[in-house]
């Protein structure tokens, strides 16, 4: 497994930007990556992913808002937040995940979490 440090986040007024990004400790080339958000009562749910061919899946929520991106040489993930609104206020996690062939599951990791509050 990887560890993975996540930062980036803080206080921004509504219609701002934040830029969060998550750092492994090891390879991140053939782990799908994705962020994550959760606020209190809720589940977590699924922001953005972007998979070993970076193809990417954006939630409903955030798209032509959020971009995800990767750079395997720096073993990072990033999340590029704009054009930020109070209901995108929440602890923002980082997944790094390893599949088999079939798809099954070998591997996961989440990082500690990044508060992100978007108020004026």
């Known amino acids: 497994q990887v560890q993975l440090v996540e930062s980036g986040g803080g206080l921004v007024q509504p219609g701002g930007s934040l830029k969060l990004s998550c750092v492994a400790s090891?390879?991140?080339?053939?782990?799908?990556m994705g962020w994550y958000r959760q606020t209190p009562g809720k589940e977590r749910e699924l922001v953005a992913a972007?998979?070993?061919?970076?193809?990417?899946d954006i939630a409903d929520s955030v798209k032509g808002r959020f971009t995800i991106s990767r750079d395997n040489a720096k073993n990072t993930m990033y999340l590029q937040m704009n054009s930020l609104k109070p209901e995108d206020t929440a602890v923002y996690y980082c997944?790094?995940?390893?599949?088999?062939?079939?798809?099954?599951?070998?591997?996961?990791?989440w990082g500690q979490g990044t508060q992100v509050t978007v108020s004026s």
């Open positions: 972007i998979l070993s061919d970076g193809s990417t």
């Open positions: 090891g390879s991140i080339i053939e782990r799908a």
């Open positions: 997944n790094a995940a390893r599949y088999s062939s079939d798809y099954t599951l070998l591997e996961e990791s």
